[in-house]
């Protein structure tokens, strides 16, 4: 059985490297020594993710457990998948001691090595998202299968760990059997920036241009009278969205899944502000704004999926089965057709177009090339590392934000600023009581927080800087809003903050694979 000390021995390797060849090099060594049960707990883990999910351990208990470490290593991977599930099972009267009963026992039989890494894995502070597409690469290689087999199977099962399985213990043709399944989410395609829109309109050809709306990401799965409603990150918010589950209901079909936004709008029709939007993805009980549903993308009708169709055809599909709630769009003969298309989303109060080549498949999960968004004003999803305490009229709140960029080759998020400007009363009253939730340490003036929170920032653009790890630092940042429809595994990349300084261009980021 592989010890629970490879397993960190691994992590801290891939850790300490940027080179993402040692680091698939390293993954894969790992892998091919996996057998059976094993191969499911010990992707979750090495993806820094716990088996089978999360456990409900917060940093308050986690930071009270004080164990002895073991001298020698003797736990194993499976020994850690037990005690998960343990935990997880655990509830009721008394269930809070025996959790913590188990969480000490646990952490007993871990040497200090293990320990840390079991502390800030049962945190969150090892989720780290990046990390799946060298990961996936480690598998490929460990497994001896293409790449873009094991890419594609993840896409559809949505689940590393059963990816994974599939390729070392059944090569391609298990990964082949891997099908969308209506009702199970897929990973959504994402959209790379582009400067501007003659720039996208050159590199694709043949494309239609749609509005970029200000809403929330949604994924509508129909399977005869059963509707299902799922966030960006694969969440269920059914029970939150009655009016998007009748309108499921109503489609003429028996079966479809369905891409698009939704967003709450005002009398006048134009785009409440994203946080309202947000707001009811977590209600319990009836609000007063209803929700839009805008689609752009059809995956799968009665029966035939169309992941592998071109876009112009999924395009197709969708017209017959929801012509109504298709987002605005059209094929630009010429340039001005699209401009005016831009112009138009822009009056409509949206935040710009997204150029689609119309040959492209649906490539869940990557920000690669064929959709590309314009935006007129510069902005980022970062990811929040820290914040500092206030100070003046501030004092007493957290301020002062510490931002980081993703990292493609699957560390941890880079450090490129800070910034407090953007914050209002209600955001630094926010942040003050939401921050300590997800906090790792502090020192006297700064609190220090798992990569759990993504912020949207506005900029006038970067510069050269030596003073942050990724020799670039924001000019002018300042906070929009919080997007608690992302991860860190959606945030921007390192490089497209690279691609912002002047002189570079936006072909300059590198397309993840």
């Not at 009963?101 to 989720?127: I, K, N, P, S, W």
């Not at 920032?457 to 970067?462: A, F, K, Q, T």
């Amino acid at each position: 059985m592989v010890p629970l000390n490879a397993v960190v021995s691994a992590s801290a390797e891939v850790a300490g490297t940027r080179a993402r060849n040692a680091k698939i090099r390293t993954l894969a060594e790992l892998l091919t020594r996996l057998r059976g049960a094993e191969i499911r707990p010990a992707a979750a883990l090495l993806a820094g993710e716990l088996p089978g999910g999360r456990a409900g351990v917060g940093w308050s208990t986690l930071n009270a457990l004080r164990a002895e470490p073991a001298a020698t290593p003797g736990l194993t991977v499976l020994d850690v998948a037990a005690t998960v599930d343990e935990l997880r099972a655990t509830t009721g009267t008394g269930s809070g001691q025996r959790r913590l009963d188990l969480l000490h026992a646990l952490l007993g039989r871990a040497t200090t090595d293990e320990q840390l890494f079991l502390v800030r894995l049962l945190g969150g502070e090892l989720r780290q998202g990046a990390l799946e597409g060298v990961l996936l690469a480690a598998v490929a290689r460990a497994a001896d299968v293409p790449a873009e087999a094991v890419r594609r199977a993840f896409m559809l099962s949505g689940r590393l760990p059963a990816t994974a399985e599939a390729a070392l213990t059944g090569g391609s043709a298990a990964l082949a059997e891997f099908r969308l399944e209506v009702g199970r989410p897929l990973r959504p395609m994402l959209a790379s920036p582009a400067d501007t829109l003659a720039a996208a309109l050159d590199e694709l050809g043949d494309c239609v241009v749609e509005h970029k709306l200000d809403g929330a990401r949604i994924q509508l799965h129909r399977d005869r009278e059963q509707v299902r409603v799922f966030t960006r990150t694969l969440r269920e918010i059914t029970g939150q969205v009655p009016e998007l589950v009748e309108l499921g209901l109503a489609l003429p079909c028996t079966s479809v899944v369905l891409d698009g936004e939704a967003l709450a709008l005002t009398d006048s029709g134009r785009p409440r502000p994203f946080q309202e939007t947000m707001s009811r993805f977590g209600a319990r009980g009836p609000r007063d704004e209803v929700l839009r549903p805008h689609f752009f993308d059809c995956l799968h009708l009665d029966g035939a999926d169309l992941v592998d169709e071109p876009l112009h055809r999924r395009l197709a599909a969708l017209a017959r089965v929801a012509p109504e709630h298709r987002i605005p769009g059209v094929c630009p003969g010429n340039a001005e057709d699209a401009d005016a298309l831009l112009d138009d989303a822009l009056d409509a109060g949206h935040e710009g177009v997204v150029v689609k080549d119309l040959d492209s498949i649906y490539a869940a999960g990557r920000r690669g090339r064929a959709w590309r968004k314009v935006k007129p004003s510069h902005t980022l999803d970062l990811v929040v590392l820290a914040a500092e305490w206030g100070h003046g009229r501030r004092s007493g709140t957290l301020s002062n934000l510490h931002l980081g960029a993703r990292d493609p080759a699957g560390g941890p998020p880079i450090m490129v600023g800070k910034t407090f400007k953007g914050l209002t009363d209600e955001l630094l009253a926010w942040q003050t009581a939401e921050f300590p939730r997800h906090e790792t340490h502090r020192d006297r003036s700064t609190v220090h927080l798992a990569p759990d929170l993504v912020v949207e920032v506005e900029l006038d653009g970067v510069q050269v800087s030596t003073r942050y790890p990724g020799e670039v630092a924001l000019r002018f940042a300042r906070v929009l809003r919080y997007r608690p429809d992302k991860d860190a595994a959606t945030a921007d990349t390192i490089d497209a903050v690279r691609a912002m300084l002047p002189g570079a261009s936006s072909a300059d980021e590198k397309v993840e694979p």
